[in-house]
């Protein structure tokens, strides 16, 4: 089934040939596309949920959604935009997936009046230095999410708050929260 092509702007990230033909069914473009993607894909996806091996399968998760997707691709933005977005979509809906799964809902956005500043994790090793990734995977996972996702991949509060259904403040508590956290990680 081949779709109709609407008009897309430029999107100079990759070719707008590319876009198209990936549009109307042509596999060998589409694989053009997730080439030059994939290692942002994965990038985003392992940095969200800490875990390599589940990353990957996130990634590959991701480029079947974009290919299902692909007829909705307005060109309003770059390629690589919509992509990033859409990846961060299929991680969002997997935790909530494993979180119904699981029967518990820990895995949002902590209250911030039952969190204490002191559950942080000492370093496994003392003396030594924890990189930065490293120290992003100890984070709690609601600080962890609000704090890829603003600082790392550049979402607005106001993005990230309707991206997991919690309020604009709700998360810059978060942000401020894991700052500290890997501030005191660091030091």
Not at 43 to 50: K, Q, T, W
Not at 78 to 94: E, I
Request: proline residues 5%; glycine residues 6%.
């Amino acid at each position: 089934m081949t779709l109709p092509l609407t008009p897309l702007s430029s999107t100079p990230d990759v070719p707008l040939d590319d876009v198209a033909l990936a549009r109307n069914g042509d596999r060998r473009a589409f694989e053009r596309l997730y080439r030059a993607n994939v290692d942002r894909v994965f990038s985003v996806c392992v940095r969200m949920v800490g875990d390599r091996s589940r990353a990957e399968e996130l990634t590959q998760d991701a480029f079947v959604r974009a290919w299902e997707k692909l007829g909705t691709f307005r060109g309003d933005s770059q390629f690589s935009t919509w992509l990033h977005r859409l990846a961060v979509n299929v991680v969002l809906n997997d935790r909530e997936a494993e979180g119904r799964r699981r029967d518990r809902h820990d895995e949002g956005v902590e209250d911030m009046d039952t969190i204490a500043y002191h559950d942080v994790r000492p370093l496994p090793v003392p003396g030594l230095s924890l990189d930065l990734e490293q120290a992003i995977a100890t984070l709690p996972p609601g600080a962890k999410k609000v704090f890829v996702l603003h600082d790392v991949e550049g979402y607005t509060h106001e993005e990230i708050g309707e991206m997991l259904g919690v309020t604009a403040g709700g998360c810059k508590a978060q942000l401020h929260r894991a700052r500290m956290l890997l501030r005191r990680m660091l030091s």
